[in-house]
């Protein structure tokens, strides 16, 4: 039986453990960290990548995972809806809209599906990994005092951003680069939300029969204070992504009661505040509701800060000898189309289809030519709307949303179309 060494178990690692398997190689995914943690926070998993976990048989877990509730739109910072989609429109022209679930509910199915298709003992913890012979197919490790040389006819390097193995495989790539914005995840429990919370002072919430949508003079929908409100006086968490000068905040209620919030900002890297609660107070506590009930309910202990780093530079190829690169590993990207995942996803299910045990380097090259195209170029198209999200200057930010308003007015169903490329993306197995 072949063999395949996985690096990293993390969500590509996984899943290409998984799939391989399922392929009948036998499969040893290592993971440094003594434990998968329930670090992070929420992630997206699109259309795209349900149809590539269809493959490996998870794709109706992850279905049963969603919590939709109307529709999902880009705002202002003042409320205004830009453009508008709803699940059935998704359903409609992808044949599946979107989950938005925990990363550590993702990681845990796919650790369960790892064990499920080649039983206990292919995830070995605490295991790091110091060096890998590409041409020879061997991985030294190290767990402990101990010491060991694992044999592969295939390795497959999910080290993440900073892989170790890609900077040895393409020492003259420049690597990762700051996208130019600081990014904050966090997680509220929706029992913590009091609608007295977002009230004003002295206001009370708005009767459910003010609830309405109109448009101003240029197209874009006025959201009034009610939307924010239900008949009873409950906040509601509508999913959706605001943009304001230079900035970006995105909330998405989970399953289990869990709101899910993403913000980022442009500063220069490496910055911290004592409070990133407070810091995200001061910079968008005078946003729409229900982004200030949000922040003010927030625990600070599970806000994280991370700066954006991304392949401006795409690989040349994603393999050499017996090693294949996969995620972001492979093509790092910021997370403004929230393809991350789903691109990692993708690759993990192409490599298990492509790689031959019997002729590994003929395979690898296959998978190299079936992912560098396109994931170069959904790194393009996520970076190109972070540009756009990064603009201060008043006049270009309301000529941004100004367009984006009256694009979505003359074409109601912009938003998916322009997922068209990225959404319509179907397994090899199906072409």
């Keep these: 039986m072949a063999r395949a060494v996985v690096i990293g178990g993390g969500i590509g690692g996984l899943s290409a453990g998984v799939a391989l398997l399922r392929k009948g190689w036998d499969v040893t ?132 951003i900073h892989s170790a193995t890609r900077r040895a495989l393409f020492p003259g790539h420049p690597g990762p680069v700051y996208a130019g914005v600081t990014a904050w995840r966090g997680l509220i429990p929706l029992a913590d939300l009091k609608a007295t919370e977002a009230q004003e002072p002295g ?99 599970r806000i994280t800060r991370n700066d954006v780093y991304y392949h401006a530079t795409p690989l040349p190829a994603f393999h050499r000898g017996r090693v294949a690169l996969v995620g972001d590993a492979a093509h790092a990207m910021t997370p403004n189309l929230g393809q991350g995942a789903c691109q990692a996803i993708e690759d993990a299910v192409v490599l298990a289809h492509l790689a031959d045990p019997g002729a590994s380097g003929d395979g690898l090259a296959a998978y190299s030519a079936a992912r560098t195209r396109r994931t170069a170029r959904v790194v393009r198209r996520s970076m190109t709307l972070c540009r756009l999200t990064k603009w201060r200057n008043p006049a270009a930010v309301w000529l941004r949303d100004a367009g984006v308003a009256a694009a979505s007015r003359l074409s109601p169903d912009l938003m998916l179309r322009s997922m068209d490329e990225v959404l319509r993306w179907r397994p090899p197995a199906e072409a």
Excluded: C, M
Excluded at 64 to 85: I, K, M, N, V
Excluded at 261 to 288: I, Q, S
């Design 203 to 301: 206001t009370r919430a708005p009767s459910r029969s003010l609830v309405s949508e109109r448009r101003d003079g240029r197209g874009a929908l006025r959201v009034p204070r009610s939307e924010s409100w239900d008949g009873r006086g409950a906040l509601r968490v509508p999913r959706s992504e605001s943009w304001g000068r230079g900035t970006v905040f995105g909330v998405h209620q989970l399953a289990g009661d869990l709101v899910y919030v993403y913000a980022t900002d442009v500063a220069p890297p490496g910055g911290t505040a004592a409070d990133e609660r407070e810091e995200l107070l001061r910079r968008f506590g005078g946003w729409h509701e229900p982004i200030p009930a949000l922040l003010r309910a927030a625990d600070p202990a």
């Design 29 to 160: 995914v290592l993971e440094r960290a003594p434990a998968i943690e329930p670090v992070g926070s929420g992630l997206a998993i699109a259309a795209n990548a349900l149809k590539a976990l269809d493959v490996i048989g998870l794709g109706d877990r992850i279905r049963a995972l969603a919590h939709a509730e109307g529709p999902l739109g880009l705002r202002r910072a003042d409320g205004r809806w830009l453009a508008r989609a709803t699940e059935e429109e998704a359903d409609d022209a992808y044949g599946d809209s979107v989950v938005v679930l925990l990363r550590a509910t993702l990681l845990d199915v796919l650790t369960g599906a790892l064990a499920e298709a080649g039983g206990p003992g292919r995830l070995r913890l605490d295991t790091t990994v110091t060096e890998v012979d590409a041409e020879r197919g061997v991985v030294r490790t190290e767990a402990g005092d101990l010491e060991a040389d694992l044999e592969a006819d295939l390795v497959v390097a999910a080290d993440g």
